[in-house]
Protein backbone atom coordinates (compact mmCIF):
# COMPACT_ATOMS: atom_id res chain seq x y z
CA UNK A 1 0.00 0.00 0.00
CA UNK A 2 1.20 3.09 -1.01
CA UNK A 3 1.19 6.52 1.39
CA UNK A 4 -0.71 8.18 -0.45
CA UNK A 5 -4.18 7.81 -1.88
CA UNK A 6 -6.70 8.09 -4.45
CA UNK A 7 -8.64 11.11 -5.25
CA UNK A 8 -11.33 9.92 -4.10
CA UNK A 9 -9.80 8.81 -0.98
CA UNK A 10 -9.25 4.66 -1.76
CA UNK A 11 -5.66 3.23 -0.91
CA UNK A 12 -3.43 2.85 -3.73
CA UNK A 13 -1.35 -0.74 -4.17
CA UNK A 14 1.92 -1.30 -5.93
CA UNK A 15 2.57 -4.54 -7.13
CA UNK A 16 6.41 -4.94 -6.63
CA UNK A 17 9.53 -6.44 -5.71
CA UNK A 18 9.86 -3.30 -3.75
CA UNK A 19 13.27 -2.51 -5.68
CA UNK A 20 11.54 -0.57 -8.18
CA UNK A 21 11.46 4.03 -8.05
CA UNK A 22 7.72 3.90 -7.19
CA UNK A 23 8.70 1.85 -4.10
CA UNK A 24 11.79 3.72 -2.90
CA UNK A 25 9.25 7.15 -3.36
CA UNK A 26 6.87 5.14 -1.32
CA UNK A 27 9.53 4.30 1.47
CA UNK A 28 10.97 7.91 1.45
CA UNK A 29 7.46 9.58 2.14
CA UNK A 30 6.53 7.05 4.51
CA UNK A 31 10.27 8.38 6.08
CA UNK A 32 9.28 12.36 6.06
CA UNK A 33 5.55 11.85 6.97
CA UNK A 34 6.52 9.79 10.47
CA UNK A 35 9.23 12.78 11.06
CA UNK A 36 6.86 15.56 10.79
CA UNK A 37 4.75 13.66 12.68
CA UNK A 38 6.95 13.31 15.52
CA UNK A 39 8.02 17.17 15.11
CA UNK A 40 4.35 18.33 15.47
CA UNK A 41 3.60 15.68 18.19
CA UNK A 42 7.13 17.39 20.49
CA UNK A 43 4.78 20.90 18.95
CA UNK A 44 1.66 19.57 20.67
CA UNK A 45 3.57 18.55 23.95
CA UNK A 46 5.36 21.44 24.31
CA UNK A 47 1.93 23.28 23.57
CA UNK A 48 -0.21 21.72 26.08
CA UNK A 49 2.28 21.42 28.63
CA UNK A 50 1.59 23.07 32.21
CA UNK A 51 2.15 26.44 32.06
CA UNK A 52 2.64 27.14 28.14
CA UNK A 53 1.12 30.02 27.05
CA UNK A 54 -2.81 29.28 25.81
CA UNK A 55 -3.46 29.16 21.92
CA UNK A 56 -6.17 30.77 20.52
CA UNK A 57 -9.29 28.38 19.25
CA UNK A 58 -8.29 28.92 16.04
CA UNK A 59 -4.64 28.07 16.77
CA UNK A 60 -5.79 24.89 18.84
CA UNK A 61 -8.01 23.68 15.63
CA UNK A 62 -5.00 24.19 13.33
CA UNK A 63 -3.16 22.00 15.96
CA UNK A 64 -5.79 19.24 16.08
CA UNK A 65 -6.34 18.87 11.76
CA UNK A 66 -2.51 18.65 11.82
CA UNK A 67 -2.40 15.91 14.28
CA UNK A 68 -5.26 14.18 12.99
CA UNK A 69 -3.33 14.14 9.69
CA UNK A 70 -0.56 13.12 10.98
CA UNK A 71 -2.00 9.89 12.85
CA UNK A 72 -3.64 9.38 9.84
CA UNK A 73 -0.55 8.86 8.05
CA UNK A 74 1.18 7.23 10.63
CA UNK A 75 -1.70 4.64 10.83
CA UNK A 76 -1.59 4.12 6.76
CA UNK A 77 1.90 3.09 7.24
CA UNK A 78 1.73 0.88 10.00
CA UNK A 79 -0.57 -0.98 7.97
CA UNK A 80 1.27 -1.07 4.87
CA UNK A 81 3.83 -2.03 6.65
CA UNK A 82 2.03 -4.46 8.60
CA UNK A 83 1.23 -5.67 5.16
CA UNK A 84 4.67 -6.53 4.29
CA UNK A 85 4.79 -8.96 7.40
CA UNK A 86 4.28 -12.43 6.46
CA UNK A 87 2.28 -14.40 8.18
CA UNK A 88 3.32 -16.66 11.24
CA UNK A 89 1.34 -19.68 9.54
CA UNK A 90 2.94 -19.14 5.83
CA UNK A 91 6.19 -18.28 7.23
CA UNK A 92 6.54 -21.72 8.66
CA UNK A 93 5.16 -23.44 5.53
CA UNK A 94 7.65 -21.58 3.88
CA UNK A 95 10.54 -22.93 6.10
Known amino acids: MLPWTSPEGKP ?12 TLADSIETVQLSMGQELLE ?3 A ?22 EALTDALRVA ?17
Open 12 to 23: CYLSSDGRGYLS
Open 43 to 45: YAR
Open 47 to 68: ATAPGAKALSANEYRWLARRLT
Open 79 to 95: ESRGQRIPDQEEAAEDA
